[in-house]
Every structure is written in structure tokens, then in C-alpha cells.
């Protein structure tokens, strides 16, 4: 994933690599601001007042003013313009070429290549391989930094260690497949809900 706030921040890299899947792009500003006044005028709530201005008076129970829209449109348009400016230098493009694969749209890795957004397809290995080329390092080692467990994690961890050791070899083995197979729980969808689990299968099915 490489889109809209992604792609920004990968602008200053010297060299881009994507999967062929990756999503990339989404070059574009949008804002929601929600409001309730249908919602309120059908249980019968409507507010009202007096303001000096029509953007004094902006509120989430009232309709957007025209005039507070314009404004925000206006800033929209204007960050835009500089998030495709950023783009077009980085990518050393014009602004009129950077547009035509901006307003937007989302491209795959492979579709995004094509449109200069991207340097290279690849995984990992090739980016690590990469930055080992550009910053000339013939050797080099990894280093993962992950942020250490807190008290609360290390208890809750514990906890369910032992409640795991505590249940039947069957149920134990069910629990590790869940946790190893995230996308398990979503594909429960019998109206029924009868299942079978295949406790020794690579996949539960």
C-alpha cells in the first residue's frame, strides 16, 4: 500500500520500489465533513441562531454554508496543486504529465511503473538490496527494531499461555491455527453454523 499520504511521503526517495500489487498513487485531496441536520429534522431536533457571519455559524446540526464549501474547496485545490508538485519534481515530470496519472486515481505496482511512478518491481530483498547499492555498502546487516511489550501485553500474554496449556489438545490446536490463519474467523459465514475443522491439515478448511 503506497496511496494518497503513502505516495507523499515516498516523494523524496531517491529510487522506488513496488510489488507488481502494490496499490500506489491515489494523487488527490478530499475532505468529509459530516453533518446531521436530516438525521435531527426527522426525530424533530432543528437549531438555529444568530451569527455575525455565515462561516461563524458552521456546525455539524446545520447544512454547510456555501460560502464555508467555497473555502474549502479552494483549499483543496490548492493542496492539490502542491501535492502534484511534489510528485512532478521527484519524478522530475511536469505538472500537466504528473496530472494525467493524478486526480486520484489508483494504479497496481505494475500499472504505476508503466507511468513513471515507480522505479522498479520487487519485494523486500530488492529494496534492501537497493539502498545497499546506492549508499555503496558492500557488506551490511539488518537490524528489526520492534517496540518492546508493556506490562499490560506481557500480563495478557501470560494469561493466555496458560489458559491455552489449560484446554484439551483439540481446542489447544484449533486456538493455533486461528491465530496463525487471521482470515479464518471471516470465512465462517455458514447460516447454519456447522463446521469442520480439519485439526491436522496444513489449512483449516
Not at 79 to 89: D, M, P
Not at 186 to 194: C, E, F, G
Amino acid at each position: 500500500m503506497a496511496a494518497s499520504g503513502g505516495y507523499w511521503v515516498s516523494t523524496p526517495a531517491n529510487y522506488i520500489i513496488a510489488s507488481p500489487s502494490t496499490l500506489t498513487g491515489s494523487i488527490g485531496i478530499f475532505v468529509v465533513i459530516n453533518t446531521f441536520e436530516n438525521s435531527l429534522d426527522n426525530v424533530g431536533v432543528h437549531s438555529d441562531g444568530v451569527a455575525t457571519s455565515p462561516l461563524a455559524d458552521v456546525t455539524i446540526t446545520k447544512a454547510l454554508p456555501p460560502e464555508f464549501s467555497q473555502m474549502m474547496k479552494m483549499t483543496i485545490e490548492h493542496r492539490y496543486q502542491t501535492f502534484i508538485e511534489l510528485v512532478a519534481t521527484a519524478r522530475k515530470k511536469n505538472i500537466a504529465q504528473m496530472d494525467e496519472v493524478a486526480q486520484g486515481r489508483v494504479w497496481t505496482g505494475s500499472d504505476a511503473q508503466q507511468r513513471g511512478l515507480v522505479d522498479q518491481l520487487g519485494d523486500f530483498d530488492d529494496a534492501v538490496k537497493k539502498v545497499a547499492e546506492l549508499a555503496k555498502l558492500k557488506q551490511y546487516t539488518l537490524q528489526w527494531f520492534a517496540e518492546p511489550p508493556n506490562l499490560k501485553e506481557v500480563i495478557l500474554d501470560q494469561i493466555n499461555t496458560s489458559m491455552q496449556a489449560m484446554l484439551p489438545p483439540p481446542f489447544s490446536a484449533m486456538l493455533t491455527a486461528v491465530k496463525e490463519q487471521p482470515h479464518f474467523l471471516n470465512q465462517l459465514k455458514d447460516p447454519q453454523n456447522l463446521y469442520a475443522l480439519c485439526l491436522v491439515c496444513s489449512d483449516l478448511q
